[in-house]
Antibody
């Protein structure tokens, strides 16, 4: 059974850097075809893809946020870390990590999500 | 970047109705399309990938079709537990893009 869980601060101040960790089980990020993505959802709004890291350490970012995002993996710890710099109140959202199947860039399953509020 | 546009943004239907949600890509994406269901306060759940392949465990009343730029998600007989927001997602190449969502309610 594949599970993922996000962890990190629930409140950050504007201009600070957000660091979120996705800890997963049930798969290995060293297995060919596997990946982990990050998606966020502002309250009452739609899903927005942020970043994706593959088993071979290839990385993809949302073009609109690329300058602010870094995604890394620690295969030995079964973790993926997303950092987002220069946080702003508009970045307030629930942040999800999700498993990318070998067959394509769809996400299943998703973690429970973590709500991050940006406020001074 | 390819944009994904869903229609309608919201709809209300009766139990037992056939419901169709449309997703249109601004450029062709072959069949690289997924559909998700997000119930109120819950995590998104994968329903369909490759435009028409039903994810394991998803009820057979859900189906997907389309290729290129036009796609549909159909619920053959709406059930009360289908109240949710539905999102399409294109995944042929980065950037990955979601539609804006379709909120489905029971009339």
């Amino acid at each position: 059974q594949i599970t993922l869980k996000e962890s990190g601060p629930t409140l950050v101040k504007p201009t600070q850097t957000l660091t979120l960790t996705c800890t997963f089980s049930g798969f290995s990020l060293s297995t060919s075809g596997v990946g982990v993505g990050w998606i966020r959802q502002p309250p009452g709004k739609a899903l927005e893809w942020l970043a994706l890291i593959y088993w071979d350490d290839d990385k993809r970012y949302s073009p609109s946020l690329k300058s602010r995002l870094t995604i890394t993996k620690d295969t030995s710890k079964n973790q993926v870390v997303l950092t987002m710099t220069n946080m702003d109140p508009v970045d307030t959202a629930t942040y999800y990590c999700a498993h990318r199947n070998w067959g394509g860039n769809w996400f299943d399953p998703w973690g429970q999500g973590t709500l991050v509020t940006v406020s001074s | 970047d390819i944009q994904m546009t869903q229609s309608p943004s919201s709809l209300s239907a009766s139990v037992g109705d056939r419901v169709t949600i449309t997703c249109r890509a601004s450029q062709g994406i072959s069949n690289y399309l997924a559909w998700y269901q997000q119930k109120p306060g819950k995590v998104p759940k994968l329903l369909i990938y490759a435009a028409s392949t039903l994810q394991s465990g998803v009820p057979s009343r859900f189906s997907g079709s389309g290729s290129g730029t036009d796609f549909t998600l159909t619920i053959s007989s709406l059930q009360p537990e289908d109240v949710a927001t539905y999102y399409c997602q294109k995944y042929n190449s980065a950037p990955i893009t979601f539609g804006q969502g379709t909120r489905l309610e029971i009339k």
